[in-house]
């Protein structure tokens, strides 16, 4: 099962920001925290990942709570093409492989 | 540089058949993971491979499918005498190295269609 617990979907406004909540409060201390995206049935895409401090690239950037518990995703300046569904992925190091939950569908409107 | 290739991206397939999904990881990369996506569903793990090793493959029905990753050439999955069920789109990633300390890249995937 995900260890992750994401809303089902959002509405975001284009050219808004777009902030993605994931809730992982049974996290442990060498597990990252992954966010993917996929494009109407396309192949998943990396997005952003982190561990304990905040990130940030080209695409976004990765907000972790002190406790680690939870994590929010922020499109600075979501654009149409930001429709997806996102996934946030908890795993570890004895992890192989990325356990994937339902999601949030993110419908990004003009 | 070219990303992750799958061929085919479609597939069709009558029941009692074999259908062969094949994979091309990034150039540099040795580590691929198969994933399976029922419509309306999250990514299922199915297996993941080094070049001529199958090191995790928990999430793979124990009849009926197989995989491997030569040492060259692209990663096979196999499903023999396929059946409807089996319907599905057939992602292959692949990385640098293992996850958690590398992200994992995705093919185009493979629609699988049983009749």
């Known amino acids: 099962d995900a260890k992750t617990t994401q809303p089902p979907s959002m509405d975001c406004a284009e050219g808004r920001a777009a902030n993605l909540p994931c809730n992982h409060s049974?996290?442990?201390?060498?597990?990252?925290v992954y966010w993917y995206r996929q494009i109407h049935s396309q192949g998943p895409q990396y997005i952003i990942h982190?561990?304990?401090?905040?990130e940030t690239n080209e695409m976004a950037s990765l907000i972790i709570t002190e406790d680690r518990k939870s994590s929010t995703l922020i499109l600075p300046h979501a654009t149409l093409r930001d429709t997806a569904v996102y996934y946030c992925i908890v795993t570890g190091d004895s992890n192989y492989q990325l356990i994937w939950g339902a999601g949030t569908k993110l419908i990004i409107k003009p | 540089n070219a990303g992750v290739m799958q061929n085919p991206r479609h597939l069709v397939r009558r029941r009692g058949q074999e259908a062969r999904l094949r994979c091309s990881p990034m150039?540099?990369?040795?580590?691929v993971y198969w994933y399976r996506q029922l419509p309306e569903e999250g990514l299922k793990f199915m297996v993941y491979l080094q070049k001529e090793n199958i090191i995790d493959e928990s999430g793979m029905p124990k009849e009926r499918f197989s995989a491997e990753f030569p040492k060259e050439g692209p990663s096979i999955l196999r499903i023999q005498q396929v059946v409807r069920g089996d319907s599905a789109a057939y992602f292959c990633?692949?990385?640098?190295?293992?996850?958690?300390?590398?992200?994992?890249?995705f093919g185009p995937g493979t629609r699988l269609t049983v009749t």
């Open positions: 049974t996290i442990s201390g060498n597990e990252y």
């Open positions: 150039k540099g990369h040795s580590h």
């Open positions: 982190g561990l304990k401090n905040n």
């Open positions: 990633a692949s990385s640098l190295g293992r996850l958690a300390d590398y992200e994992q890249y």
